[in-house]
């Protein structure tokens, strides 16, 4: 059973449209997280919530809003996708605290033509 | 902010060959946790480290949290070519209690 998963798994769209990333995992935890990877790989976090309340929000254009229904899900919506927005975005959760370690989802793969 | 940087940026090894890396911190860490990353995939936990001098081993995997706390060390033995991928260090960030930094990352390349 996958324990992160996110869909879709490549996403191919066109500049200004609005695409959603969605996440789910069924290892019971609290927290969940976006995080996106350059093309040098590297990680940054975007978004966490905890028990569906929003906890961390970096410096994310205010085109990405993440939901959660439950603390079992996280999406992204993004509007205006722009050149810059192609990158792996990838879903993770944890247990709360400052200490545990994070699970990761496969990622999106989303490229903007 | 704070900044984990890893060293080597990149490595070609052969098979069997012993590898290590490591990551720097500009700020001290109470944590620091090894993930790699599989091509495609997303990034799995190796280790954990909690405590300064803590030595942990997980199969061929050792990893070393530094006595000053500001690096911590990763050394692969004997490596397969299933070690390809890239090995990233991470700590909780001071800025934030649910925030973690990820490192720059090593890529290792391992020749049959």
């Known amino acids: 059973d996958t324990a992160v998963s996110q869909t879709p798994k490549y996403l191919v769209t066109q500049m200004g449209n609005d695409k959603s990333i969605k996440c789910e995992q069924n290892l019971g935890h609290d927290t969940m997280y976006w995080y996106k990877q350059d093309s040098k790989k590297f990680l940054k976090i975007m978004f966490s919530?905890?028990?569906?309340?929003?906890?961390i929000n970096e410096t994310v254009p205010n085109r990405f809003s993440p939901k959660s229904p439950d603390k079992a899900h996280l999406n992204l919506h993004i509007n205006s996708l722009e050149l810059g927005d192609s990158a792996v975005y990838f879903c993770?959760?944890?247990?709360?605290?400052?200490?545990?370690?994070?699970?990761f989802g496969d990622g999106t793969r989303l490229s903007i033509l | 902010g704070q900044q984990l940087n890893q060293s080597p940026q990149s490595m070609f090894i052969q098979e069997g060959e012993d590898v290590s890396m490591n990551c720097t911190s500009s700020s001290i860490f109470n944590t620091w946790l090894w993930y790699k990353q599989d091509p495609g995939e997303g990034p799995v936990l190796l280790i954990a480290l909690y405590k300064a001098g803590e030595l942990t081993s997980n199969g061929r995997l050792t990893a070393q949290f530094g006595i000053t706390r500001k690096d911590s060390f990763l050394n692969i033995s004997a490596s397969i070519p299933s070690d390809v991928g890239i090995y990233f260090c991470?700590?909780?960030?001071?800025?934030?209690?649910?925030?973690?930094?990820f490192g720059t990352g090593t890529k290792l390349q391992v020749i049959p």
């Open positions: 991470a700590g909780p960030n001071s800025g934030g209690y649910q925030k973690v930094t």
């Open positions: 993770a959760s944890s247990w709360r605290g400052q200490y545990q370690p994070q699970h």
């Open positions: 919530y905890n028990n569906k309340e929003l906890i």
